[in-house]
């Protein structure tokens, strides 16, 4: 059974950073892309970057290229989305999500196993 657990969010303020952290458990991840989505209140969940556990490729929602960064520590099982320069509309509930293969997808219909989510809060 795969769980996915994030840690990490928080009450940053504008400009600010926070390091989000997704502790994988329950099968070897090596064959697979692991993705961070967010959902703030009242809108749809929506990308935000990606990363395939071989080899690294990697790919992020055009609102967070340049502040945000996806990266994964083998020895841990863990994957981490460092976010720089926050902004208030980065403001939502951010959730890890993993599916087999080698496919960097950027859709949440494409992903099978989903963590409980974190709350991140940018004050202006």
């Known amino acids: 059974q795969v769980q996915l657990v994030e840690s990490g969010g928080g009450l940053v303020q504008a400009g600010g950073s926070l390091r989000l952290s997704c502790a994988a458990s329950?099968?070897?991840?090596?064959?697979?892309?692991m993705g961070w989505f967010r959902q703030a209140p009242g809108k749809e969940r929506e990308f935000v970057a990606a990363?395939?556990?071989?080899?690294?490729?990697?790919r992020y929602a055009d609102s967070v290229k340049g502040r945000f960064t996806i990266s994964r520590d083998d020895a841990k099982n863990t994957v981490y989305l460092q976010m720089n320069s926050l902004k208030p509309e980065d403001t939502a509930v951010y959730y890890c999500?993993?599916?087999?293969?080698?496919?960097?997808?950027?859709?949440?219909?494409?992903?099978?196993?989903w963590g409980q989510g974190t709350q991140v809060t940018v004050s202006s």
């Open positions: 999500a993993a599916r087999p293969g080698v496919y960097v997808a950027g859709t949440q219909n494409e992903y099978d196993y």
């Open positions: 990363i395939r556990w071989s080899g690294g490729s990697t």
């Open positions: 329950g099968r070897t991840f090596s064959n697979y892309v």
